[in-house]
């Protein structure tokens, strides 16, 4: 039994060898002058929809593009080999399991290269033309992530087949060109996201209640900002500007701290509530393209109050709420959403904060770029071991009681 599973996990380590080989192959095509000539043929080859501009162009690509990738995966892929055979490790002909993979990638480019139908369609998987049925994938490369690195960032999204070499260098998501609209802008929290973003060349627009345009100060210079003023329950008036907003940041929110009467319980529900709902509804009514499904995100701040108190009941209960809710519609999103699950940080709202707001910023960036799908910002240790249990087994249920209505 243990000579199975170590002939299993060696086998499997080798085809993550090569696929990292391989992604650092195509991130080196992309720096190196020499190797981008060739690589560029890839580039030159597909439209928008995936579909090849030319067959002598895509046929060349091959040649030019992943024949070569494909070689430098097999002689990658025999290093282990001689070193397990040099210190004659027991079952060292398994690590050959590299190299006959990558042998496949090879056969499929000289297939592909030379004309042979049908070929694309069997072994050109993230290239197929048509409409996207699924959104980006998290770990496996799959049509809409791999359009981003042709159409949305080229110095970004490199991984092949798996997302690992993306995340750890945090190129599985490019906040480049993006139109980002951060609501809360005015706020403690919503000011440090827009400096950040700013200094990730994403243009930001800020959505703010207040009656006055939100004007950064960039280390001594300042930066106006593009400022929409909006009401809580006014939501549908913002649809002509969501329809330009590539990643919505819901962030706005109230803490009515010790408060409990009626009036107080309406308010805390209504803004933090049901007002972030109805935005990320009106957002989602916005995703109709192949584009729109790949690049267009919502982040939305439920706070680490999910799943621990906050020493504030109305605070808890409402975002326990949008927390839950955004959990349930987002097993049929038409695009990505993110939760940021964010400890205590110092604000207007909580001027006995722990973190600072620039860190918890810093690190929620860090982490988008990473492809997290939750967002843990906390200094307690017990959130990122509770959190992630209740989501999964929380989602789990959602899919087994209830069902999409397709009407």
Not at 139 to 146: G, V
Not at 202 to 212: G, L, W
Not at 232 to 238: S, T
Not at 348 to 360: D, F, R
């Amino acid at each position: 039994m243990t000579d199975i599973v170590f002939i299993i996990t060696l086998c499997l380590g080798l085809i993550v060898w090569v696929e990292i080989v391989r992604d650092f192959y195509h991130i080196l095509a992309h720096n190196w002058q020499a190797l981008y000539r060739f690589h560029n043929w890839h580039h030159r080859v597909f439209n928008s929809n995936f579909n090849p501009v030319s067959q002598e162009i895509y046929r060349k690509a091959h040649w030019y593009n992943d024949v070569p990738e494909a070689l430098v995966m097999m002689f990658f892929g025999t290093i282990p080999v001689i070193i397990l055979w040099s210190f004659n490790v027991d079952y060292w002909w398994f690590a050959e399991s590299g190299f006959f993979y990558s042998s496949f990638f090879l056969l499929g480019a000289i297939f592909r290269g030379s004309g042979l139908p049908n070929m694309d369609k069997i072994t050109d998987l993230t290239h197929h033309p048509g409409q996207f049925s699924s959104l980006p994938a998290q770990w496996f490369i799959n049509r809409p992530y791999h359009w981003r690195h042709h159409f949305d960032n080229q110095k970004a999204y490199y991984s092949g087949t798996l997302a690992l070499v993306d995340k750890v260098m945090g190129t599985a998501l490019s906040l480049k060109g993006k139109t980002v609209g951060v609501t809360g802008a005015s706020g403690t929290l919503g000011i440090e996201i827009l400096k950040i973003l700013h200094l990730n060349q994403a243009k930001i627009v800020a959505f703010s209640s207040k009656n006055k345009s939100i004007t950064l100060d960039m280390n001594g210079y300042d930066l106006p900002v593009k400022t929409l003023i909006w009401e809580v329950g006014k939501e549908h008036e913002l649809i002509n500007e969501l329809l330009k907003i590539d990643i919505l940041i819901i962030n706005h929110g109230i803490n009515v701290n010790s408060k409990r009467s009626i009036e107080f319980i309406k308010e805390s529900y209504e803004v933090n509530t049901f007002s972030s709902c109805r935005l990320m509804e009106l957002f989602f009514q916005t995703i109709k393209t192949n584009r729109d499904k790949a690049c267009k995100e919502v982040w939305i701040n439920t706070s680490e109050a999910e799943v621990m108190p906050a020493f504030s009941p109305l605070y808890e209960l409402s975002k326990r709420a949008l927390g839950n809710l955004v959990t349930l519609r987002r097993l049929d999103a038409p695009c990505i959403v993110r939760k940021l699950i964010l400890g205590p940080f110092k604000s207007k709202l909580n001027p006995i904060g722990i973190m600072s707001a620039n860190w918890v910023a810093k690190q929620i960036i860090k982490n988008v770029k990473k492809d997290c799908r939750n967002i843990i910002v906390t200094i307690n240790p017990v959130i990122f071991l509770i959190f992630p249990l209740k989501e999964f087994f929380q989602s789990l249920y959602f899919k087994i009681f209830t069902y999409k209505n397709s009407n």
